[in-house]
């Protein structure tokens, strides 16, 4: 991870190249006031509402620091009533969904912004969009895992080549995890711009107030007196909600873990329910987790505990989930993209980590909540979550402005992300 130290060193140049650059463009009169048109690669799956909450967290982020620039989204799903989310929230926003509305968008879009995902997700359409148009892309809040061989035709080391050669050519690349930046040095990246950046769903505010008032009401759950807790397995079971074939190899890792990974929640569980006024509510990030919830931890509360305890049995999508976490008092668990939401919104939130998750949990400390970080694969880490659950239950005050600190961080960094891209949107490739 870079220090604090390295951390400012690299801002303090890249603001200054951003001036510098600037003021030659100036000068030299080639500023232009028109209009620009992002045409923004982003919307991986539905099944997740993390994966949703990239989307508009990116979409409300170009609004607030370039309210006057034009997007079109090139998703990969808006299924499940994600479109009708996205047109609610942002009714200028295009989406282009076919073959001929692309081609329209390759024409009239000035620039490709690759949104934030588990890796360069879409690297084959950053390809396509570089060799057909010629025009200039950047790579916003990414995790650059190693490679692993997936054909017998590329071996990680030429695949992982790639990956650096396509991000190199880009304007600018912003990793959402310092881990990843200093993979991206290792392997030689050249892009001109590389900094951390954090993830697109931190800026996500879609909400549904309605459909989580009545949730909340039905179950009891007050303002500020429950946490959220997220189960997760450390493979997601894709072969139960969509058309993959079983994988005994993972099925087997997730089995062998699923007791491990969860006994310190259910830890933390009982104690906030036997010496805190809180509840606790077991919801999901993804639609598989419902089930590992009730069979991993509420089946195995004691009695007295499971009345302090709400399990939801059904998927939610991103705005009614953000609408419940901004009301409780914090959240925990072995997911990433809720505890982002709600660290977006000022609400506390621990992580539990692990390998099979890639390098995105170490954002926690480039965000400076290192303390609300846990390796799972650590020994010495695993007795220390529940004390730190317990610690967030019983002194939300603090926890609360430790939450604010880091969101107020998120800011900061998105606002530099986002000169940036103004940058490269208004001269091209400067550096």
Not at 47 to 70: Q, Y
Not at 286 to 307: C, S
Request: glycine share 6%; aromatic share 8%.
């Amino acid at each position: 991870m870079l220090s604090q130290n390295t951390r400012g060193f690299d801002r303090r140049r890249l603001l200054a190249m951003l001036f510098a650059g600037t003021a030659c463009k100036i000068v030299s009169g080639t500023e232009t006031d028109a209009p620009k048109h992002i045409l923004l690669r982003s919307s991986w799956q539905t099944v997740n509402i993390g994966d949703i909450a990239h989307t508009p967290g990116v979409l409300r982020i170009l609004e607030r620091h370039l309210p006057d620039v034009k997007v079109t989204l090139w998703p990969s799903k808006v299924d499940n009533g994600v479109e009708e989310l996205l047109r609610t929230r942002f009714p200028k926003l295009r989406i282009a969904k076919g073959a001929d509305e692309l081609r329209v968008a390759f024409d009239e879009c000035d620039f490709l912004l690759h949104g934030s995902g588990a890796s360069l997700v879409a690297q084959r359409d950053v390809v396509r969009w570089a060799e057909a148009t010629g025009k200039p892309y950047g790579i916003y809040g990414i995790t650059l895992p190693p490679k692993k061989s997936s054909s017998t035709t590329a071996t990680s080391a030429e695949a992982m080549a790639e990956t650096i050669r396509v991000l190199g050519g880009a304007s600018f690349v912003f990793f959402r995890d310092s881990h990843s930046l200093a993979l991206a040095k290792e392997k030689g990246c050249t892009a001109p711009i590389m900094q951390f950046g954090p993830d697109g769903a931190f800026g996500c505010d879609l909400r549904d107030d309605e459909r989580a008032n009545a949730f909340l009401e039905k179950h009891g759950l007050e303002t500020g007196k429950f946490l959220c807790c997220i189960p997760r397995l450390r493979y997601t079971p894709y072969w139960l909600i969509k058309d993959r074939p079983f994988d005994p190899v993972k099925h087997a890792r997730n089995e062998e873990m699923k007791e491990h990974d969860h006994a310190q929640l259910r830890a933390a569980i009982i104690e906030i329910a036997r010496t805190t006024d809180l509840k606790v509510l077991l919801c999901p990030e993804d639609q598989t987790q419902m089930q590992v919830g009730k069979e991993v931890i509420l089946n195995h509360l004691p009695a007295d505990v499971r009345d302090r305890v709400v399990w939801r049995p059904n998927y939610w999508l991103t705005g009614e989930a953000i609408s419940v976490y901004i009301r409780s008092a914090g959240l925990f668990g072995n997911e990433m993209h809720s505890p982002i939401m709600c660290i977006g919104h000022g609400v506390p939130a621990i992580v539990c980590r692990w390998a099979e998750q890639t390098s995105k949990g170490y954002m926690w400390e480039d965000i400076g909540l290192g303390d609300w970080l846990f390796n799972l694969d650590n020994p010495a880490d695993v007795p220390k979550i529940a004390p730190a659950i317990l610690e967030m239950a019983r002194n939300p005050a603090a926890a609360k402005q430790t939450a604010l600190a880091a969101k107020k961080r998120v800011e900061r960094d998105q606002a530099e992300t986002m000169a940036v891209l103004r940058d490269a949107l208004t001269y091209g490739p400067a550096f």
